[in-house]
């Protein structure tokens, strides 16, 4: 059964740090592209960081650009996002999302697999 769990979320000060991971099962996760998104508090969920299959390319929202970093081990079919300098705005829920890039998706398969989120809490 196909499954990315999130964790690493947690409460922690303006300016501190947090890692999250996302574990990928029955995913060859070379063949997905992966992404974080996050939601907060009555907002519309939004996309924070891509990266490609391989890990050669990521991109960013420009509010956390410099901040957060997001990689891959594909050997351990695990995606993470190291988040720096947290701010209030920050805060949300945050979930995982991988994108298979391949042409013709199984039957029975899906194209994209989404997560159920960990709460990440910036706060003083």
């Known amino acids: 059964q196909v499954q990315l769990v999130e964790s690493g979320g947690g409460l922690v000060e303006p300016g501190g740090s947090l890692r999250l991971f996302c574990v990928a099962s029955a995913l060859p996760l070379n063949a997905y592209d992966m992404s974080w998104y996050r939601q907060p508090p009555g907002k519309e969920r939004e996309l924070v960081a891509w990266?490609?299959?391989?890990?050669?390319?990521?991109n960013y929202v420009d509010s956390v650009k410099g901040r957060f970093t997001i990689s891959r081990d594909n050997a351990k079919n695990t995606v993470y996002l190291q988040m720096n300098s947290l701010k209030p705005e920050d805060t949300a829920v945050y979930y995982c999302?991988?994108?298979?890039?391949?042409?013709?998706?199984?039957?029975?398969?899906?194209?994209?697999?989404w997560g159920q989120g960990t709460q990440v809490t910036v706060s003083s």
């Open positions: 990266i490609s299959s391989g890990g050669s390319s990521t």
């Open positions: 999302k991988a994108h298979d890039i391949r042409d013709l998706i199984l039957p029975g398969r899906e194209r994209d697999y």
